[in-house]
């Protein structure tokens, strides 16, 4: 579908889109909200300059370094979400692309959620097919890495990586038999042309995305962005009718800034077709919705019984 069609379909009446999208996801799904867990097994000192991260060694906020963690600390937070009926875990690391020490212990990080019974998906930067082979031998399933926002307002949010990049990872990872998350950020200044051409990019990736997570800015102090508008939540329940409607059978995730939604906000994204939560007390570095509010919000919708 070329830009103009999606174009069309993100500009209709709310209403209507709202209906199309919960239509498919009613047809495509069975109304479930996948719980998955984020954890940040190394944090900081990324040579990255993303404009949105914390953990950029080119800006100055609070983000303490920390190296990889223990595999046995790992192992008891795989245990505790377990617990909780997540699904999926997911782990981040923040590199530009990792080393090789650092991928075998992250080879064991898998190996660890794997023996568990739980799905597991990574996130380490840029990798090539060598790499992300080794991650499929070690048994990952998903390895999230994310486009951020258009290819035409890429380079006004990262200078230190092109567009083209995160597509030459994303196809390594599809070489190398590994579903796909991918998804981006709203609210980084872009416009709605921007957002438009950020979803047409997703449906032309190397690899279908099967899980794309889309994330509301969190503005960090410290970083470019601290001080950017905050988006209008009309456009991120667009956004997701949209990924919903051209992606029938993804797992579409609400992600970062969800704390920042109501439960009234948060229903009627999943209503439009967002079927993924990350669960805990905190995403890599931000905050994230109370664990106790997120069970009440799921009963009140009579979701994951």
Do not use: W
């Amino acid at each position: 579908m070329d830009h103009s069609a999606i174009a069309k379909i993100y500009k209709q009446q709310i209403f209507a889109l709202i209906n199309q999208a919960y239509h498919i996801h009613m047809e495509n799904s069975d109304l479930d909200i996948e719980l998955c867990q984020l954890i940040s097994v190394k944090t900081g000192g990324c040579p990255e300059d993303c404009g949105y991260c914390s953990q950029s060694n080119k800006y100055n906020t609070e983000i303490k370094l920390s190296p990889l963690m223990p595999a046995h600390e790992v192992e008891e937070l795989v245990i505790l979400a377990k617990g909780h009926k997540v699904k999926r875990m997911c782990l981040g690391a923040a590199y530009k692309s990792p080393n090789s020490k650092a991928l075998d212990k992250v080879c064991e990080y898998i190996d660890i959620i794997k023996r568990h019974g739980l799905e597991s998906c990574v996130t380490l930067g840029s990798l090539t097919l060598e790499q992300a082979k080794k991650l499929k031998n070690a048994g990952l399933d998903y390895y999230n890495h994310n486009i951020d926002t258009s290819p035409e307002y890429y380079d006004k949010v990262v200078t230190t990586r092109k567009f083209g990049d995160r597509v030459d990872t994303i196809n390594n990872v599809g070489k190398a038999g590994i579903k796909i998350c991918c998804g981006g950020i709203l609210g980084l200044g872009e416009s709605i042309d921007d957002r438009i051409s950020f979803i047409h990019a997703l449906t032309v990736l190397p690899y279908k995305p099967e899980s794309i997570p889309i994330n509301l800015l969190v503005p960090i102090p410290g970083t470019p962005l601290a001080d950017a508008k905050k988006l209008d939540k009309m456009e991120l329940v667009r956004t997701i009718a949209v990924v919903r409607i051209l992606f029938p059978g993804t797992r579409v995730r609400l992600t970062a800034g969800r704390s920042t939604l109501s439960e009234l906000e948060q229903s009627l994204c999943f209503m439009a077709g967002a079927n993924s939560i990350h669960y805990g007390d905190k995403l890599l570095t931000t905050p994230n919705n109370d664990q106790n509010e997120d069970k009440q919000l799921l009963s009140k919708l009579g979701v994951n019984d």
